[in-house]
């Protein structure tokens, strides 16, 4: 039984005994009286879940009381949402490790800022866990000195990113290498018999590749984004929807891979640490079309790889155009 559900119904058999409700102190106090000495193993993971969850009930029994049309507190299931409460020594560890009282260091899937931080709440869905918490926007980094004023940024198929300062980012090797991995354990899996122990066996060796796969993939993205945000006061991106890189077969792309969103969600929050700007362009600007130089608008069917105007004579790589294009746009 959890710390909230004992509390629960302790607090009902108090309230139709005496009409009163308890502190969380009191039921704190009731808790460890009842409880603890004969489960000491209730203590073991942090003293402050069941005081937290104490002081949940403790809100919640309040509200109905005196909140009009406020329900009575539910028993909270098992399973339906699993979440504690941990405060203390809670120190985060270069980008992606926090170390959590009792329970020691965790990797986790995001960098996390470097700020202190003083609670936690650690949450499961499905099979996943989940840590927030909350901390001040003045504790982080500062804006950073910039080398560029304004950088355009195509996202692409061959190349991670092109920017219109000439710099490229690819797919890095590693990546394209875990991708065809990942095709080659598909097929693998497929063949096995269904149920079977050796489809477990490349189940398992598949998930693997996958999470290796996400750990590139979250890796350069950061990368790409602090870079981009560190050093440009402003940043001009295309405005693109997942449908429509669907269309332009844009999925080989770590960008597309993780979505577009990550890719404009890390560089939104980047930039206000960083103190740049994010300019996103319209969605019908034809970036891809314009000739950089001129202006001159032609179609540009995706296999053309380089951008010839045939007004003005420019030649030069696609993406680069689109890029320089993306730069103008915030120009005008
Ligand atoms: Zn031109």
């Not at 929050?269 to 700007?277: H, N, R, T, V």
């Not at 032609?298 to 696609?318: A, I, S």
Request: proline share 4%; hydrophobic share 35%.
């Amino acid at each position: 039984m959890t710390a909230y559900n004992w509390g629960l119904a302790t607090c009902i058999s108090e309230y139709e005994a005496t009409k009163k409700r308890l502190s969380a102190i009191t039921l704190h106090k009731g808790l460890v009286a009842e409880v603890k000495s004969e489960n000491t193993w209730y203590y073991e993971v942090s003293k402050c879940a069941p005081q937290q969850a104490l002081r949940d009930l403790e809100r919640a029994f309040k509200n109905f009381l005196t909140i009009p049309k406020r329900g009575f507190p539910k028993f909270k299931k098992k399973g339906k949402k699993d979440s504690f409460y941990l405060e203390g020594s809670i120190k985060i560890l270069k980008g992606n490790y926090i170390k959590l009282p009792r329970i020691g260091i965790v990797k986790t899937y995001e960098i996390l800022p470097s700020v202190p931080v003083k609670n936690v709440t650690i949450s499961k869905r499905a099979n996943n866990w989940y840590i927030s918490f909350k901390y001040d926007l003045e504790s982080e980094p500062n804006p950073t000195p910039k080398q560029r004023d304004i950088i355009g940024v195509d996202v692409g198929i061959n190349t991670l990113a092109t920017c219109s300062d000439g710099t490229k980012y690819a797919n890095v090797k590693a990546y394209k290498q875990a991708k065809k991995r990942l095709t080659r354990y598909q097929r693998r899996v497929q063949k096995k018999e269904p149920g079977s122990k050796n489809r477990a066996k490349a189940v398992k060796k598949l998930a693997r590749v996958h999470k290796k796969v996400a750990d590139i993939r979250a890796d350069t993205l950061h990368k790409l984004t602090t870079w981009l945000a560190k050093n440009h006061s402003t940043i001009v991106i295309e405005d693109l929807n997942v449908s429509g890189m669907l269309k332009n077969h844009k999925l080989a792309s770590a960008i597309a891979d993780c979505g577009f969103y990550e890719f404009k969600r890390q560089l939104s929050y980047k930039c206000e640490w960083y103190g740049s700007e994010l300019i996103i362009a319209d969605r019908f600007y034809p970036s891809s079309q314009l000739c950089s130089q001129c202006g001159h608008q032609q179609k540009m069917p995706l296999h053309k790889r380089t951008y010839k105007c045939y007004y003005c004579g420019l030649e030069t790589d696609r993406d680069f155009n689109a890029a320089v294009n993306l730069e103008n746009y915030a120009r005008q």
